[in-house]
């Protein structure tokens, strides 16, 4: 059985971040997935499409670090800005295209630079009826 197609208001999850994103799928292609507009693995700006997951608990994000050292060493998580730079992976079916990209399904993830992984919890639809 495949993977769901994720589609906008879907609930993601960062590694190192302190609450549950979602993520906003831009109307550009025109595709819905029930009935709401379907993601493909090129949604992966930050704040555009990955909102921030509340306070950044990584080590190797900057803001962190810099607090952390305000703090004389006391760990002090920062608020999240997502810091995505490449596409979802493995990040979809390639059988499946949405506006010439892969459509994005539920088993993909994505990287944040500040060492992050960024998984799909709930994928906005359990599935697209076809008549």
């Known amino acids: 059985m495949s993977c ?3 589609c906008t208001g879907a609930t993601l999850q960062c ?9 906003n799928v831009l109307p550009a292609n025109r595709v819905l997935a029930g ?5 493909t693995i090129m949604d992966s700006a930050p704040i555009v499409n990955i909102a921030p997951f509340a306070m950044c ?8 670090i810099g607090a952390t050292a305000a703090a004389l060493g006391v760990f002090t998580p920062m ?7 490449a ?3 493995p990040g979809g079916s390639p059988t499946v295209l949405i506006g010439s990209m892969p ?9 944040c630079m500040w060492a992050g992984v960024i998984k799909v919890v ?4 359990m599935s697209v009826l076809v008549p």
């Open 79 to 85: 608020p999240c800005i997502p810091a995505t730079t």
């Open 57 to 64: 608990q990584s080590p190797a994000n900057p803001a962190v």
């Open 35 to 39: 009935g709401v507009p379907a993601a």
């Open 103 to 111: 459509a994005l399904d539920a088993g993909a993830t994505l990287m």
């Open 122 to 125: 709930q994928p906005g639809q």
């Open 4 to 6: 769901p197609q994720v």
């Open 15 to 23: 590694s190192f971040g302190a609450a549950p994103g979602v993520l």
């Open 87 to 89: 596409p979802w992976i």
